[in-house]
């Protein structure tokens, strides 16, 4: 059993990202020291789980390589593996380097690898349709405004320009201005 710390200020906020395996946990403060005991209970339960000594880095990674890869798929409604063998690879590739100028800007360690590594693991998907794809098809509302706008609204903090990721938000938008328009699978 694991005990939580005494939470003088509140409640204990531990992080877990869940998408590809290994899932990893981490926090701030005092919840650090609980996820890193908490990562190895959760591994013992079967859930392939690691501790993160810096989660936010880790969730940066996964935001930026979600944000080129998701909205672009839901666009042109092509698995992640199509599209960088389309004329959209140049647009994945613009959304990549935008964000990665955005997380290093705001002080986020994103090594010089990153950028090739994301690309190869959007080719391991190759017939992966993501989730915001499958969701234009069904005429359900996008996550865009979680993904894509943190991104740009950062930058715009941080006087980093993201035109891409704009022009992207805009044009993704009209599937959920569509649904509340016109109602549920309207698009």
Known sequence: MID????????????????????FVGGEGEALAFA???A?????????????EDIEAR?????????AG???????????????DSPARGLVERLLDEGIAVARAAKIEIDSSFREAALQAMAAG???????AQDVLAG???EITQLKEQIARRGRELGIPTPTHD????????????ITRKGPGAC
């Open 126 to 132: 190759h017939g992966h349709l993501p989730s915001m």
């Open 70 to 84: 998701n909205p672009a798929a839901a666009l042109v409604q092509a698995p992640l593996g199509e599209l960088l």
């Open 4 to 23: 939580q710390p005494e939470a003088s200020s509140g409640p204990l906020r531990v992080r877990v990202g869940l998408h590809d395996a290994p899932h």
């Open 167 to 178: 022009a992207v938000i805009d044009l993704v938008g009209v599937f959920d201005w569509r």
């Open 140 to 142: 359900r509302p996008t």
């Open 40 to 52: 190895p209970a959760i591994a013992r339960m079967g859930l392939p789980m690691e501790f993160a």
């Open 36 to 38: 890193r005991e908490l």
């Open 59 to 67: 969730a940066w990674r996964k935001g930026i390589e979600n944000s």
